[in-house]
Structures are given as C-alpha cells and as structure tokens.
C-alpha cells in the first residue's frame, strides 16, 4: 500500500496528482483509466480542501493499493473533518441546460460514472471515500 499525508489545502494538489500518477505510471495503469482517475481523484480532493473542513486547516491521507495482477486500483481518501456523504446527494439532472441546472454535484456524479466502484464510510472520526477503477 503507499500512503500520502499532507494539509488539505488546494496549493496540494498538484502533489496529490503527481503522487497517484507516479503509483499509475509504476504499475502499467491504462491511459484511459488514469485519466479517468486523476479527474475523479481531483473532483474529491478539492472538495475535501474547500468544505471538510469549515473551521481551519486540516489534513488529507491518500491511500492506494492495487492488487498483484495489477487488475484494478483501489484509492482511498480520507479527511477529520466534518462528516459528509457526497454519494446521498441525489444526481444532477443532466438533461437541463447548464443555465437551467443547479450549482453543484456534477463533479461526483462524473466520479461515480467513471470508477468501477465508489464507497462512503465514516470511522473513528474519519470520512473514508474510496474509488475502485479496473483495467
């Protein structure tokens, strides 16, 4: 498993991409699916930056593991801040115009269009949200 701790700040984003594209690149990861894994893996990380924590500063740990036979990847985000469940937000009626359409929810909705898997948990103080793409 490799682990990246840092402030959830979004000056930390960039460090964020380059630490999952090195793990990407490392392990023969599709194109395709990296790059579906580095919009969704920005869609979270700068929510987490921008709302988890409304009070001040805090941190992000970003997990990931991948399997021997390289057959998926697993990338887990996890914040202390307060507890939110962007999976209970009901989808973005796409069929609306921009105009027409309320701000917000798009991003995970594209999230959860493009990973395999998506999962939501909150555990000793920690909201967990996990991604699985396979290839």
Do not use: W
Request: charge should be negative; include cysteine; aromatic fraction near 8%.
């Amino acid at each position: 498993m490799y682990e990246l701790n840092l402030d959830a700040t979004i000056e930390n984003l960039d460090p964020v991409i380059a630490f999952l594209d090195d793990i990407m690149e490392q392990h023969d990861v599709p194109m395709k699916a990296k790059i579906q894994l580095d919009v969704a893996a920005e869609e979270i990380y700068v929510n987490i930056a921008h709302y988890a924590y409304p009070k001040g500063p805090g941190t992000a740990r970003i997990e990931v593991e991948l399997p021997e036979d390289n057959s998926q990847i697993l990338i887990r985000f996890i914040d202390k801040g307060q507890p939110y469940n962007p999976l209970e937000k009901a989808d973005p009626d796409i069929t609306l115009s921009a105009e027409e359409r309320p701000i917000g929810g798009l991003g995970i909705y594209m999230v959860k269009k493009s990973m395999d898997d998506v999962s939501y948990a909150y555990e000793d103080g920690c909201n967990i949200l996990t991604i699985v793409k396979c290839f």
